[in-house]
């Protein structure tokens, strides 16, 4: 007689029969899921660009087996461009050569301003225009990949009052009930981008640096959303991560105590978010992933960080990337070859 014993851990099967020994069998096989996700740091995403050319150039076509790219801000154009067919290469390009346009100041404005005390530091202008050139009226339902992006809604705009609140949204163009694929790829890429304080909010949003600057379990939450049809909806088993930063500025306040109003936190209350928003989701998808999850970024010591508005500082930013990321770029060459690229099955939707 045989008997069948069901292993509800590892969904396996052990099949018995007379004489033989058991069999283990894969109730179902792994189909890997890749996802990768840039972080928000204005500038700084040329950083990012560069990175993913390096790992282009150790690992070619790695980037053909994403399915699913989620950005926040300067990492949300990125993750749009890409997913509208742009390669790391030409983002490296394009990156050095908008920098002094998207981030165009005068000394009329700081004056008009007051340094930023009453007004954003630069101007929507010229990154609509830019990101009009890119995308023209490309939707996010129109792009090769699976996108995500994050912003804020600074007013959910809701008829009833008890439900009208500020709230985080994230755009994406997975099909199902919430699903953002009319929306145009400029619009959200301006949504994105829009930081306090270096722009102004649009159509009631801004930068989505504020509650996902590493959009890592954002990411992983949009797949396990029910909402959204994923015909073959990937286990957590499944999901291979691979996070890349635009740098990380080390920063702090010195004293234990601090007895600060509005104006003195205003000047470092935003980097203080970005850094700690940015944390908090990269311990998690270390519990969560375990060796299935990446994280390449690099590190501004010794006060010598980069601003999200420094465009001049673009050499240092491909220098860092080409020269002085060799060894942690090997690394992730060699986690691409391991967890990315060498899985028999792939993910498919």
């Known amino acids: 007689m045989n008997e069948q014993i069901r292993l509800s851990q590892s969904a396996r099967r052990l099949r018995y029969s007379p004489g033989a020994l058991p069999v283990v069998t894969l109730e179902k096989p792994l189909a890997v899921y890749r996802i990768l996700t840039l972080d928000g740091g204005g500038i700084r995403g040329l950083l990012s660009a560069v990175l993913m050319d390096e790992l282009d150039r150790r690992r070619p076509g790695w980037l053909g087996h994403v399915d699913m790219i989620a950005g926040t801000s300067t990492g949300g154009i990125l993750a749009l461009a890409l997913a509208n067919g742009m390669q790391p290469a030409q983002l490296v390009e394009l990156y050095y050569a908008l920098g002094p346009i998207i981030f165009k100041d005068n000394l009329f404005d700081d004056v008009r301003d007051l340094g930023r005390m009453i007004g954003a530091d630069y101007s929507t202008k010229h990154l609509r225009g830019e990101l009009r050139k890119i995308f023209a009226d490309t939707r996010l339902q129109d792009l090769d990949k699976r996108v ?14 008890a439900e009208r609140s500020w709230k985080p949204k ?11 694929g009319e929306r145009r790829a400029a619009d959200v890429a301006l949504y994105t981008s829009a930081g306090p304080t270096y722009f102004p909010s649009v159509d009631g949003y801004i930068d989505g ?49 601090h007895n600060w109003g509005l104006v ?24 969560m992933l375990g060796a299935n999850y990446h994280r390449l970024n690099y590190t501004f010591a010794d006060g010598n960080g980069i601003g ?42």
Do not use: Y
């Open 264 to 287: 003195q936190w205003a000047k470092p209350l935003l980097n203080l978010m970005l850094d700690a928003v940015s944390g908090v989701p990269d311990f998690q998808c270390r519990q």
């Open 209 to 257: 640096g504020v509650v996902a600057n590493h959009p890592g379990m954002v990411a992983l939450s949009q797949t396990q959303d029910e909402r959204s049809e994923i015909p073959d909806r990937p286990r957590v088993a499944e999901i291979r991560l691979l996070s890349i930063g635009a740098g990380r500025v080390l920063s702090f306040i010195k004293g234990p105590t």
């Open 170 to 180: 994230f755009f994406h163009n997975f099909p199902g009930a919430d699903s953002d």
């Open 148 to 161: 995500l992006i994050t912003a804020f809604d600074l007013d959910n705009e809701a008829a009833s009052p």
């Open 308 to 349: 999200l508005g420094e465009w001049k500082k673009r050499d240092r930013l491909v220098e860092i990337g080409r020269e002085e990321m060799v060894a942690e770029l090997d690394a992730a060459a060699d986690w691409l070859t391991g967890h990315w690229l060498d899985e028999s099955t792939n993910h498919q939707e």
